[in-house]
């Protein structure tokens, strides 16, 4: 019984015209679209979106979502509200858990802003850690990240359809063979 071999190639494109130039290339190809994903930033999905119909697209989240912000804010005045009936029973301890809190809630903001939303997204679809951490890397430069998964007889096409652009940057590939 053989095992059928599969290739992820991807790279990150500077603008949509180059992420568009791609996807055509690709189409060429007899590439299909649903074997290409968009990692793209939120405010960016349905520009994509609209530009490349063909291909999957996926959000990689920068910051907070409305519901989220919606989520803290409750959270905090709801601590504010215990903070100030314990600071009507014993103000020292009502001002100290308010500081507390207000301190706990900046630290994780900056910390969640900070991390690497990218790589941890790249990590859960099972491609190897030197790729994510290039591609993150590369993606504050860029407009979004490309990713194909082809078949081992389509890889050599595919492979110089993302080498024809030398806009792309941190161009990879990666056999997806299970193991």
């Not at 989240?61 to 601590?79: K, P």
């Not at 706990?104 to 679809?125: D, F, N, S, T």
Request: net charge negative; no cysteine; proline share 7%.
């Amino acid at each position: 019984m053989s095992v059928p071999r599969y290739f992820t190639i991807g790279a990150v494109s500077p603008d949509l015209a180059s992420l568009k130039a791609l996807d055509e290339r690709l189409e060429d190809l007899g590439v299909p679209g649903d074997s290409h994903l968009i990692l793209i930033r939120r405010r960016d999905e349905a520009l994509a979106g609209v530009t490349l119909p063909g291909a999957r697209t996926a959000r990689v989240e920068s910051g907070l979502s409305r519901t989220q912000w919606f989520e803290l804010f409750s959270t905090y005045l709801g601590v504010t509200a215990v903070s100030v009936l314990m600071g009507a029973v014993h103000l020292p301890t009502g001002l100290a858990v308010q500081a507390v809190m207000t301190l706990a809630v900046l630290v994780g903001l900056i910390l969640y802003h900070r991390r690497p939303q990218l790589e941890k997204k790249i990590l859960r679809m099972g491609l190897p850690e030197r790729l994510a951490e290039e591609w993150q890397g590369a993606f504050p430069n860029g407009f979004a990240l490309s990713l194909v998964t082809v078949p081992a007889e389509r890889f050599d096409d595919a492979q110089e359809a993302f080498l024809e652009d030398p806009k792309l940057l941190a161009p990879q590939a990666v056999d997806r063979r299970p193991v």
